[in-house]
């Protein structure tokens, strides 16, 4: 699918486990009630079953939920195959329970639905599959096989064949209906905690390289003074030892060996120190930023003012924010990864607001999912190969992650087709490809000193 990509697992893969407290739990709850039912039912409503086999049955739910309280530790956690026997076996029970108590003619009936509700919710699809159709199979038997409903009088307690199909559909319905919704919810909520996930992970990243870009800018910037005296005494030195060839060989090297730390350090980090100056940028120099890591990859990538600076004001000084800089650089690698041959990058800000337009000349966005744009674990794209796609390294939850964090700055983004956005826009008419529009209120993003012009402050000790 152009300009969108996305992994996905399976929910309730493998690596998915459900703990035997939360289960040994549901099923005293289940005891209990089971419990209740049959001592209302033979004391206070006097009706006549097989109570010996009904306390019989519930007494197996009994002895296998204290056997697994004492057998299996208290952390244990079931596998995917432990927890779908657990609750077929539970199934089952409930089943034989029901066989005794009249079957579909019992309104506790619709119970059976209860276990593939939770199948639904820890299982994968097959085993919620099974335990649905083996509900729906159990379901039908108990319409014609089943102890039926006695009085202590001797009569017969049914409900007319009309309802009885009635209730058989009812459950028939609920299953397949619970079991799909329980699913679908339970899966997106899965998806969603692995996006945060990863959009965490990602914004911890960018932290740790800011802070370690501003750990090197700062020693760049405290070195360089002693730096500087090593060079200017070790030229002097040299100079002083023209008769001592050798000590001047030496006083060379100093000098050299000064130059090569001020290169390494340079190298590493961008010249300044761990104040201001590394915590803001102006708007332009931020947009180059986020771009830097594909500037290099075969495409043309290109910056625009399209701000009326005798109006709108001098480019705007904006916080380095590592969400906004890792967010911005997962929209201009999508854009690179599907674009032809040019990207572009305008940038336009007026009183209230600073925006900031990334667009392609590539395919852009099939429009049955422009309105999901954003949305974690997109499954399905349309095959491109990978030559398409130069450089393309597989963001997976590159859009969600940048909508996640620049959102959280304050920002409101719009997905579009150029194709659609440019039509009639003179000199916009190659930018046919995907459009993202990003934009903020200018105090959210703006540096509190617009001028650039507050003070420093004193140099910061490094503490070795």
């Not at 506790?108 to 593939?116: A, E, M, T």
């Not at 108990?142 to 001797?154: D, E, I, S, V, W």
Request: aromatic share 8%; glycine share 8%.
């Amino acid at each position: 699918m152009a300009q969108t990509h996305a992994t996905s697992q399976e929910f309730g893969s493998g690596r998915q486990s459900v703990p035997l407290r939360t289960l040994i739990m549901l099923r005293w709850w289940a005891v209990i009630g089971q419990l209740a039912a049959l001592l209302v039912a033979q004391y206070v409503l006097g009706l006549s079953l097989a109570f010996g086999l009904c306390y019989f049955v519930v007494g197996l739910s009994i002895i296998s939920n204290v056997t697994a309280y004492f057998v299996f530790p208290e952390n244990k956690r079931l596998s995917q195959r432990e927890t779908l026997l657990v609750v077929l076996f539970d199934m089952l029970q409930l089943s034989v329970l029901l066989y005794l108590t009249g079957g579909l003619h019992n309104p506790f009936s619709i119970l059976i639905v209860g276990p593939v509700t939770v199948s639904a919710s820890a299982l994968t699809a097959g085993s919620t599959i099974f335990l649905g159709g083996t509900a729906i199979l159990i379901t039908s038997l108990l319409t014609r096989f089943y102890m039926p409903l006695t009085a202590q009088n001797g009569q017969l307690l049914f409900i007319p064949d009309l309802f009885l199909f009635g209730n058989w559909t009812a459950i028939l319905i609920a299953v397949v209906f619970l079991g799909v919704y329980s699913r679908w919810i339970v899966s997106e909520m899965y998806a969603m905690s692995e996006a945060l996930q990863a959009t965490q992970m990602a914004l911890a990243r960018e932290q740790k390289l800011t802070d370690l870009g501003g750990v090197v800018a700062a020693a760049a910037h405290e070195l360089g003074t002693p730096l500087a005296t090593i060079k200017l005494t070790s030229a002097e030195l040299a100079e002083e030892l023209d008769d001592h060839p050798d000590l001047r060989d030496d006083a060379l090297l100093i000098r050299e060996q000064a130059d090569r730390c001020r290169d390494i350090l340079r190298s590493m980090g961008r010249a300044g120190k761990d104040d201001l100056h590394l915590r803001r940028a102006p708007l332009s120099a931020l947009l180059e930023e986020a771009a830097e890591p594909h500037l290099h990859r075969g495409k043309d990538i290109r910056f625009e003012i399209v701000a009326d600076i005798a109006h709108a004001g001098p480019q705007p000084t904006v916080l380095r924010r590592p969400e906004i800089i890792h967010g911005l650089r997962n929209l201009i690698q999508n854009a690179v990864d599907f674009s032809r041959n040019s990207v572009w990058i305008d940038s336009e800000w007026s009183d209230t607001n600073i925006t900031v337009r990334i667009m392609d000349d590539g395919r852009g966005y099939p429009q049955q999912f422009l309105g999901r744009i954003g949305e974690p674990f997109i499954r399905r794209r349309a095959a491109r190969s990978d030559a398409q796609r130069p450089g393309y390294e597989g963001m997976g939850l590159g859009l969600f992650i940048a909508k996640t964090l620049l959102e959280r700055s304050g920002a409101d983004l719009t997905f579009a087709n150029g194709s659609d956005s440019f039509r009639k826009r003179e000199g916009y008419s190659d930018r046919t490809g995907a459009f993202v529009e990003v934009s903020w209120p200018r105090s959210r993003l703006e540096s509190d000193d617009r001028q650039g012009r507050q003070s420093l402050g004193d140099n910061q000790l490094i503490e070795t």
